[in-house]
């Protein structure tokens, strides 16, 4: 059996172009993908995605999709132009939302990917939006197997929730995992937490790191320290 390799993704939550491009060239060799999420697009658009990619980075798309199922293929085709790696939709779009959306990874090479529940969702608040018998854990597993189903490339999910994923999607369903944080280190305001060794243990793929990095004294050494750890 040949195990894949895990990727590592830098969320670039930042302001703009040059403090993104910064990052970019200060990382090089030590990330496998660039995260580009809503603040980062809305502000400085696909120039940008141009830029990081002129540097040689892969970009993470995480725009979120959640529209009609047109309106998203065609929003997925337009990621796919732009030469992206790896693309966010909302599972709660619906099965033929994915499905429009995984067409697009048929004639492209990029991996489409679920947000099943976001875990900004308390489990009152999800009740509150999706009904009174709503169960925040089996709707995330029966959204991730929705998007299976739909034939996505995998979901976004707690690192915590990922061996679960695995046991019954298989290992080929990718797992993105954002909330990683050092032993030790501080949650933010992420609440379900893991470290880079136990999220590859259980199974993700992409490992979203964010403020641990970039917070951190000495981003490149707490990113080759990741990378040793976990055998990259
Ligand atoms: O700084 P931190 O490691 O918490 O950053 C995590 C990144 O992953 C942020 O860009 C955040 O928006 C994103 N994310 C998340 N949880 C999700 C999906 C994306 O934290 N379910």
């Known amino acids: 059996m040949t195990a894949r390799k895990p990727e590592i993704a830098l969320a670039l939550d930042v302001a703009n172009q040059q403090e993104a491009l910064a990052w970019v060239k200060k990382t090089k060799g030590l990330v496998d993908l660039y995260k580009v999420g809503l ?4 502000a ?21 999709f959640h529209d009609i199922p047109q ?15 790896l693309l966010t939709i909302h599972a709660l779009g619906g099965v033929n939302m994915m499905q429009a959306a995984a067409k697009v990874m048929q004639s492209n090479p990029l991996r489409i990917v679920a947000v099943t529940a976001l875990t900004s969702h308390s ?13 925040l854990a089996n709707d995330a597993l029966r959204l991730a197997q929705n ?4 034939g996505l490339a995998g979901v976004v999910c707690s690192a915590l929730e990922a061996k679960n994923l695995k046991t019954k999607l298989g290992d080929d369903f990718v797992l993105v995992t954002p909330g990683i944080r050092l032993s030790g280190g ?6 379900r937490v893991a ?11 992409v490992l979203v790191l964010g403020r641990a990095v970039t917070e951190s004294k000495e981003p490149c050494v707490v990113l ?3 990378r040793n750890d976990i055998k990259l």
């Open 39 to 42: 603040q980062l697009f809305t």
């Open 123 to 135: 489990e009152e608040a999800w009740q509150n939006q999706v009904g009174q018998k709503a169960a």
């Open 195 to 205: 470290t880079p060794e136990l999220a590859v243990q259980n199974g993700s793929h």
């Open 186 to 191: 501080n949650a933010d305001d992420q609440e």
């Open 224 to 226: 080759q320290n990741i």
């Open 71 to 85: 309106t998203v293929q065609k929003a997925c085709e337009s990621a796919a132009a732009l030469g992206v790696d």
């Open 147 to 150: 998007a299976k189903a739909a």
């Open 44 to 64: 400085e658009g696909p120039g940008l995605v141009k830029a990081i990619q002129k540097e040689g980075g892969k970009i993470f798309l995480d725009l979120k």
